[in-house]
């Protein structure tokens, strides 16, 4: 299993979004927007979308 990872809005910086998975998960993901723990870069709360999420091993 992958990070699924997001680029914080704020700092630009590539942040975990706590969950783990693969892109088949991501594509068979229903809800348009997630909400993540709060980020490891800036400390704010941010809504995600699969379409920019960044997986890393
Ligand atoms: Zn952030």
Redesign the pocket.
């Known amino acids: 299993m992958a990070k699924v990872m997001i680029k914080?809005?704020?700092?630009g910086?590539l942040?975990f979004t706590g969950v783990f998975g693969d892109k088949t998960l991501l594509e068979s993901m229903q809800i348009k927007k997630n909400k993540m723990a709060r980020?490891?870069?800036?400390?704010?709360e941010?809504l995600w979308q699969k379409e920019e999420a960044v997986l890393q091993d």
């Not at 914080?8 to 700092?11: K, R």
């Open positions: 914080c809005p704020e700092t910086k942040v980020c490891a870069a800036c400390g704010k941010h």
